[in-house]
């Protein structure tokens, strides 16, 4: 059967190619995952695109999800309450000022494949990709350009890799790789990735997200064609992107570049602040006084300089644990890091309060050993 389909060009409908029909295919599977996982929120599911939106509720369902707003909905079964419903939905992105272009209620309850198709990437792109920001975006970038761009930059100086598009770009594999390994470079063997097939980089990468709670939205399948679905690797990328620890604006972070420097600094200064305190807990807890006025005397005013001089400094040091750590907790939240035990701001702040109880018994034992001497 000869794949190429000739329509009435007095239609205005492009010719349907092999490629064409692949590329919907790709998308209607991408979008129905993509939706799924966040109808999976309110306990729904859908089987087929084109027939289970045609009634509008998924439809509804799946904007109350992405938005947080609550819409009416017709509860009857008839051709009449499906355009309603469908309507609903389509109002509310409009009020939300989505552009929706050339599609109208009776065409998603006619189950009509190219404008439902339409109407989810429309929805995909304002929900999912339009919040996507990027440190050295400049103003009149797009979403798509956006999404690029962070790409480009996480995958900077990967041998081998090139982010130049949407499509041939991510064929084998090897930027999906790249991304991961950014974010956990424990999960992924960056050394093999060079001398595997297109099919064994993507199922390691699509597995290696999946457990870090990236839908499967693509198989490699669907990636190692020789023009891979833009719109169906946009979605993925999106969601790998939405994935990962991100530095909020105006927030001191550590981006995925600097997180291990910045982790060796936390531990030693973890380290040495800790050895620190235990080494004068064991002077404060020390009661062999001298029995010299003198002695005794300067043992005193030792023990003032320490309280007022040394006991700030290593205070600032500990407020500079607790800020590094709060710019390291996305990265031990999110497997990075792993935090051995006695490594959070918590435990040195225990150590620190048994400093300054021995700190008080000291100087509770020493007044009364200077007064008397």
């Known amino acids: 059967m000869a794949w190429k389909l000739k329509i009435a060009s007095s239609h205005g409908k492009p010719d349907r190619t092999r490629s064409g029909y692949e590329r919907d295919r790709v998308q209607k599977k991408t979008f129905t995952k993509w939706i799924n996982q966040h109808l999976l929120k309110v306990r729904k599911h859908i089987n087929d695109l084109y027939e289970d939106l045609r009634d509008g509720h998924n439809l509804i369902s799946l904007l109350e999800v992405l938005s947080g707003d609550t819409l009416p909905r017709e509860r009857g079964r008839m051709r009449f309450h499906r355009l309603q419903n469908v309507q609903i939905a389509l109002d509310y992105l409009k009020r939300r000022q989505v552009k929706l272009v050339n599609i109208r209620n009776d065409d998603i309850t006619d189950g009509n494949p190219k404008l439902t198709l339409g109407l989810i990437w429309t929805i995909i792109l304002h929900f999912q990709i339009s919040d996507i920001h990027v440190t050295g975006e400049s103003e009149d970038m797009t979403a798509k350009e956006r999404l690029l761009f962070w790409s480009k930059q996480i995958t900077d100086g990967y041998v081998g890799v090139r982010c130049d598009n949407f499509t041939t770009s991510w064929r084998d594999g090897r930027l999906f790789n790249a991304i991961i390994h950014k974010y956990r470079p424990d999960l992924v063997d960056i050394s093999r990735v060079s001398t595997q097939t297109n099919r064994s980089n993507l199922e390691q990468a699509f597995t290696v997200a999946e457990q870090l709670g990236v839908a ?125 035990p006695g490594h959070h701001p918590n435990d040195v702040e225990k150590e620190w309060g048994k400093l300054i109880v021995a700190m008080l018994e000291r100087e509770k034992s020493l007044r009364p050993e200077l007064e008397r001497l």
Do not use: C
């Not at 981006?255 to 004068?280: A, C, F, G, R, T």
């Not at 005193?300 to 390291?328: A, S």
């Open 216 to 340: 499967r939205l693509l198989d490699p399948e669907d990636v190692d064609v020789q023009s891979p679905d833009e719109k169906s690797v946009i979605t993925y990328v999106s969601t790998l992107y939405d994935a990962f620890p991100k530095v909020p604006d105006g927030v001191d972070g550590i981006s995925p570049n600097d997180v291990d420097i910045k982790w060796v600094e936390y531990q030693n200064m973890i380290k040495y602040l800790s050895q620190w305190i235990k080494h004068n807990v064991a002077i404060m807890s020390d009661r062999s006084f001298p029995n010299n006025p003198v002695e005794i005397k300067a043992l005193y005013t030792q023990y003032l300089q320490f309280k007022e001089h040394e006991i700030p400094l290593k205070e600032n040091d500990k407020t500079k644990i607790q800020n590094l750590y709060k710019m390291l907790e996305m990265w031990i939240e999110f497997g990075r890091i792993q935090l051995p």
